[in-house]
C-alpha cells in the first residue's frame, strides 16, 4: 500500500463522529511521601495537561490525519467544555452545536500519573440518560449531518450518547437509498444494542467472546473461526476487525475469515486510546477506498506508534509516514 497516496485522499473525507465526548485531564507529577492524615501517597504536581478524550480523541485522530472532522456528542456549556472547544478548535475539529444541554456535565475524566504510572482516575459524568439524542431525531438540523457524511463513526464509550433509538434512525434514514455513508461501531456489547446492518464492527478479544455468547475471561480460549462465525451470524457486518492487543488483528469480510495480522508495536509506554486510534485510521482509510487488508495494515502501523505515547495521544500523517528504526 502506498501511504502517501491514501493520505492524500482524506482531507477531501466528510466523516462524522457521533458519541460520548470527554475531556481527558492528567495530573503529572511525585510521590516521596505518606500523607499523615490517611495510608496514601502525597502527590506533588508538576504539571497538568489536558486533551480531547472518548468520542473527542476518536475525532483528534481523524484530525491528525488531515480530516476535517464533526463530532456530535452532548455537552454542557461548562469550564470543561469551553476547555474542549478550545482543543478542537485548534485542531479544526467542529463541535456540533446540536449537542449542546443544559444542566448536565460535560464528561471529565482526571488521571493523576506518577513517574508514569497511573495512581488512580476520577470521574465526573450524570446519568446515562442525560447524554441520549433521542430529540434531535426528527429535526432537520440532524438530518442534514447524518445525510452529508461520507462515513458516521459511531464512538460508544457506555455513557448514553449511543443507543438503540441512534442506530435505528441512522439506519432507517439509509434503507431506502441507493448509496449510503460507511456505518462504523467500536461495540460494547454488555450494553445488548441492536447492531445489525453495519459496515464496519472493531471489538476487541473480550467484546469477540462476549458478542460470540462465549466465555471472554482473560484465560478463555478464542477460536477465530468460531468466534468471526458467530459474530457475523448474529450481527451481520459487512466487515470485522477484532483487536487482539499484542496478538494484533484478526480480519473477517463478507462473512468469511481474512486472517491475522501481527501487532507492529515496538514499545507500550500507555494503551489508553489506542482503540480509538484504530478505528479512526480503519474508517478513514476504508471510506477513501482502500481494501480492509490494507486499512488494517495501516491502523495497525498507527496504532503500533501511539502505544509508544504516554497518556492519550492522537496519531499524525507525520508519524504514519516516518521510517521506523529497525
Keep these: 500500500m502506498d501511504i ?3 493520505l492524500k485522499k482524506l482531507p477531501d473525507l466528510n466523516v462524522l ?6 475531556l481527558d485531564h492528567y495530573i503529572m507529577g511525585d510521590a516521596t511521601r505518606i500523607s499523615p492524615e490517611a495510608p496514601v501517597p502525597v502527590v506533588s504536581v508538576a504539571s497538568d495537561r489536558y486533551v480531547p478524550g472518548g468520542a473527542a480523541n476518536v475525532a483528534n485522530n481523524l484530525a491528525g490525519l488531515g480530516i476535517r472532522p464533526t463530532i456530535l456528542g452532548s455537552y454542557s456549556d461548562d469550564h470543561e467544555c469551553l476547555r474542549l472547544r478550545e482543543l478542537l478548535a485548534g485542531k479544526q475539529i467542529k463541535l456540533s452545536a446540536l449537542g449542546q444541554k443544559q444542566n448536565i456535565p460535560t464528561i471529565l475524566k482526571t488521571r ?4 508514569r504510572q497511573q495512581l488512580c482516575r476520577i470521574d465526573r459524568e450524570g446519568k ?9 431525531f426528527d429535526s432537520k438540523e440532524f438530518n442534514e449531518l447524518i445525510g452529508a457524511a461520507d462515513a458516521i463513526l459511531l464512538s460508544d464509550y457506555a455513557k448514553g450518547v449511543i443507543n438503540d433509538g441512534l442506530l435505528q434512525r441512522i439506519r432507517s434514514e439509509f434503507a431506502n437509498k441507493a448509496t449510503s455513508p ?4 467500536d461495540p460494547k456489547p454488555k450494553r445488548h444494542l441492536d447492531l445489525q446492518g453495519l459496515g464496519l464492527m472493531t471489538p476487541n478479544r473480550a467484546e469477540a467472546l462476549q458478542m460470540a455468547g462465549f466465555d471472554n475471561s482473560p484465560d478463555a480460549d478464542f477460536d477465530d473461526t468460531a468466534v468471526c462465525d458467530a459474530i457475523f451470524r448474529k450481527y451481520g457486518p459487512e466487515k470485522l476487525v477484532i483487536t487482539l492487543g499484542a496478538d494484533g488483528m484478526l480480519l473477517g469480510e463478507a462473512g468469511r475469515i481474512i486472517g491475522r495480522m501481527t501487532t507492529e508495536a515496538r514499545e507500550v509506554f500507555d494503551v489508553s ?6 478505528i479512526a485510521v ?4 476504508l471510506a477513501a477506498g482502500e481494501s480492509l ?5 495501516l491502523a495497525n502501523k498507527a496504532a503500533g506508534i501511539v502505544v509508544g505515547h504516554l497518556g492519550t495521544a492522537p496519531i499524525s500523517s507525520a508519524e504514519l509516514l516516518a521510517k521506523r528504526p529497525n
Excluded: P, R
Design 4 to 6: 502517501q497516496n491514501t
Design 17 to 22: 463522529v457521533i458519541g460520548d465526548i470527554m
Design 112 to 115: 493523576v500519573v506518577v513517574q
Design 128 to 136: 446515562a440518560s442525560d447524554y441520549a439524542l433521542d430529540h434531535l
Design 182 to 185: 460507511l456505518l462504523v461501531i
Design 273 to 278: 486510546g489506542a482503540g480509538d486510534t484504530v
Design 282 to 285: 480503519l474508517t478513514a482509510a
Design 293 to 297: 487488508e490494507d486499512a488494517a495494515a
